[in-house]
C-alpha cells in the first residue's frame, strides 16, 4: 500500500493497490447461500469498522459543535452512514464536544448488472444536507449529480464521507472530504454493496466471481 501522488495518506485513506489479492474465503465466516459466489474477501469486516471509526473521529475534529444533517445515500450506503453516525455519537458522549444530528435519507439507482448506467435516478431528495454518507464512489458521476442538487438548497457547508473510492479510467469525480479505503476497479459486494439486489447481506467486502455474477445476472 502507498500513498497516491499529491495526497496524503489521511486524504487517500487506507491505499489498497491493484495486485492485491484478497484474503481467502477459508479464513472467514459467510453465509453458505453465497458459496461459489465470491472470490475473497477484499476488506474484512473488522477493518472495515475500524477505519469508520477513525473517520467518525476524523468528522468530531472538524466539525464537533456544529449541528449537522446526514444524508445516506440508499441503497448501498446505509450500513456504511448508520456505523458512522453511531461512531459519531459514541464520540458525543464521551467528549467535551458533540455533533448535534439529524439524519434523512436519498435513493440513487446507477447501477445494472456490474456495470453503471447513463440511467440515474434520485429518489426521495427533500430537506438536505451536510454529510454525505456514501458507500462507494468510482466514475464520480452520482456524486457530482448529488453535489449539484443539494447545492441548490444552499447550505452552509457541504462534506462526503465515501467508504471506497475506485481508482477508474476517465473518472470525474472530486474525491470525498473523508475516504475508507482506495481500491482497484475491482467489482466489489457486502458490507450493503449488491449486485442486482444480492449480497447485501454480507458483512465483509468482498469480490464477486464470474459464476457469480452469472448466477445474479439479469
Not at 121 to 136: M, N, P, S, W, Y
Not at 168 to 184: R, W
Request: aromatic share 10%.
Amino acid at each position: 500500500m502507498a500513498d497516491a501522488v499529491g495526497k496524503t495518506a489521511e486524504d487517500c485513506g487506507v491505499v489498497i493497490q491493484d495486485d492485491w489479492p484478497g484474503y481467502s474465503l477459508d479464513l472467514f465466516s459467510y453465509p453458505a447461500h453465497y458459496s461459489g459466489d465470491l472470490d475473497c474477501v477484499y476488506i474484512p469486516h473488522g477493518v472495515i469498522m475500524d477505519r469508520i471509526e477513525r473517520l467518525a473521529r476524523n468528522i468530531m475534529d472538524d466539525l464537533g459543535d456544529s449541528a449537522i444533517v446526514v444524508l445516506c445515500v440508499l441503497k448501498g450506503g446505509y450500513q456504511f452512514s448508520a456505523d458512522l453516525v453511531e461512531g459519531i455519537k459514541a464520540l458525543s458522549r464521551n467528549s467535551n464536544r458533540t455533533i448535534p444530528m439529524r439524519v434523512h435519507f436519498i435513493r440513487l439507482k446507477s447501477y445494472q448488472n456490474d456495470q453503471s448506467t447513463e440511467d440515474l435516478q434520485i429518489v426521495g431528495a427533500e430537506d438536505l444536507t451536510f454529510l454525505f454518507g456514501k458507500a462507494i464512489v468510482d466514475t464520480g458521476k452520482t456524486m457530482k449529480m448529488l453535489l449539484k442538487h443539494v447545492e441548490t438548497f444552499r447550505p452552509k457547508m457541504i462534506k462526503v464521507a465515501g467508504l471506497l473510492v475506485k481508482r477508474v479510467p476517465h473518472s470525474v469525480a472530486c474525491l470525498p472530504d473523508y475516504i475508507g479505503f482506495e481500491i482497484p476497479n475491482r467489482f466489489v459486494v457486502g458490507y450493503a454493496l449488491d449486485y442486482n439486489e444480492y449480497f447485501r447481506d454480507l458483512d465483509h467486502i468482498c469480490v464477486i466471481s464470474e459464476s457469480g455474477k452469472r448466477k445474479y445476472k439479469i
